[in-house]
């Protein structure tokens, strides 16, 4: 599985920015995906992650913020990111795996390359 992930810019606080994460070369419906990030000197974080089947879960630190969707019919899993805060810069990352829906790195088999957010304040 081969992943990108796109839409990463700049934009101000409480703006609101769109993540896709594309699938190639297999069809990514049999696969959990998941989004993270990781802020300089942090540890990547989960932000939350999407079944096969549609069920998903976020992190605390963005629920009601941030929602994650799937068109499998389009390799395609999206990232809304809604009143964006100085706190959520970081790189964004999209992984699959084939385990169950996780927020954790290890559980991931799959990255894509990162996406640059900043949020200004």
């Known amino acids: 599985v081969q992943l990108q992930a796109s839409g990463g810019g700049l934009v101000q606080s409480g703006g609101y920015l769109r993540l896709s994460c594309a699938a190639s070369?297999?069809?990514?419906?049999?696969?959990?995906v998941g989004w993270f990030r990781q802020a300089p000197g942090k540890e990547r974080e989960g932000v939350g992650c999407?079944?096969?089947?549609?069920?998903?879960s976020h992190a605390d630190s963005v629920k009601g913020r941030f929602t994650i969707s799937r068109d499998n019919g389009k390799n395609m899993v999206a990232l809304q990111m809604n009143s964006l805060k100085p706190g959520d810069t970081a790189v964004y990352y999209c992984?699959?795996?084939?385990?169950?829906?996780?927020?954790?790195?290890?559980?991931?088999?799959?990255w894509g390359q990162g996406t640059q957010v900043t949020v200004s304040s």
């Open positions: 070369v297999f069809p990514s419906e049999y696969y959990v």
């Open positions: 992984a699959a795996s084939l385990n169950s829906i996780s927020h954790y790195v290890n559980a991931y088999n799959y």
């Open positions: 999407i079944s096969s089947s549609g069920s998903v």
